[in-house]
C-alpha cells in the first residue's frame, strides 16, 4: 500500500497545454505540500494545505493552481504550459512538522 | 532564513565511511532531516534528530547535531556502492514546510 501516490509518473506534453497531477495520501496526515525538483535538483515548496485550507502559496505563476478536494487529495493543474514548466513534482504529507513522506515523483517534460 | 546548506559532491571509496555535512538555519526546528534520493527516484527519509538529541545512531548511520554552530552531519559507515545518491538535509519551517538543502550527491567508488 503506497502512503503517498502521485499519478502520472510521467508526463510530456507540449507547449501551451493545460495538464494536472493527481497526489493521495492514507497515512491520516493533516498537511500536503507540492514542491518542484528542478534540472539542478534543488527542491522548492509551491504550495501547503492544511486540512483543505490553504497555508503556502510560495511565489508561483497563477498558471499553477492547487485543489484539495479533501484532506487526503492535493492536485496540481497546470494552465498554458511553459517550457520552464519541465521538472519533476513531489508531493508530499506531514502530520505537523513530522512525518514527512513523499511521493515517488511526476517529471513533468514540457516540449 | 532559508538557507540551508551543503557541500556540492563527495566522492568516496566503497568500505570506507562517508560524512555529509549541513548548516541549518532555525535554532527552534524540532527535528531535522535526511533525506536520500537514488538515481530517477523519489525522496526516501533516510534518518532524523529531534533537537534536544546531539547524537543518533541508527545502523551504519550516525547523525551528529551541533545547536550552537546548527551544525548537522550525517556519517555513513562501511559505504557501499548502493550508497550512491543524493542526500539532501531539510528542517522545518514556517507552515510546516520543509526547507532543503541543495543535496550532496556522494558517489562511491569500487
Known amino acids: 500500500d503506497t502512503a503517498v501516490s502521485q499519478t502520472p509518473k510521467y508526463l510530456v506534453t507540449q507547449m501551451g497545454n493545460d495538464k494536472s497531477i493527481k497526489c493521495e495520501q492514507n497515512?491520516?496526515?493533516?498537511?500536503m505540500y507540492w514542491y518542484k525538483q528542478d534540472s539542478k535538483k534543488f527542491l522548492k515548496i509551491m504550495f501547503s494545505?492544511?486540512?483543505?485550507?490553504?497555508?503556502i502559496n510560495e511565489t508561483v505563476p497563477n498558471r499553477f493552481s492547487p485543489k484539495s478536494p479533501d484532506k487526503a487529495h492535493l492536485n496540481l493543474h497546470i494552465n498554458s504550459l511553459e517550457l520552464g514548466d519541465s521538472a519533476v513534482y513531489f508531493c508530499?504529507?506531514?502530520?505537523?512538522?513530522?512525518?514527512?513522506?513523499f511521493g515517488s515523483g511526476t517529471r513533468l517534460t514540457v516540449v | 532564513g532559508e538557507d540551508v546548506e551543503q557541500s556540492l559532491f563527495l566522492s568516496v571509496r566503497e568500505g570506507d565511511s562517508s560524512v555529509i555535512n549541513c548548516t541549518y538555519t532555525?535554532?527552534?526546528?524540532?527535528?531535522l532531516y535526511w533525506y536520500k534520493q537514488e538515481p530517477g527516484a523519489g525522496l526516501q527519509l533516510l534518518t532524523y534528530?529531534?533537537?534536544?538529541?546531539d547524537m543518533k545512531q541508527d545502523q551504519r548511520l550516525t547523525v551528529l547535531l551541533n545547536k550552537k554552530d546548527k551544525h548537522l552531519s550525517l556519517r555513513i559507515a562501511d559505504t557501499q556502492t548502493g550508497d550512491s545518491a543524493i542526500y539532501f538535509c531539510?528542517?522545518?519551517?514556517?507552515?510546516?514546510?520543509?526547507?532543503f538543502g541543495g543535496g550532496t550527491r556522494v558517489l562511491v567508488k569500487p
Open positions: 497515512l491520516g496526515h493533516d498537511t
Open positions: 508530499a504529507s506531514s502530520r505537523g512538522d513530522s512525518s514527512y513522506t
Open positions: 534528530i529531534f533537537s534536544n538529541m
Open positions: 531539510a528542517e522545518p519551517a514556517a507552515g510546516n514546510k520543509l526547507t
Open positions: 532555525d535554532s527552534s526546528s524540532t527535528y
Open positions: 494545505y492544511n486540512n483543505k485550507e490553504l497555508i
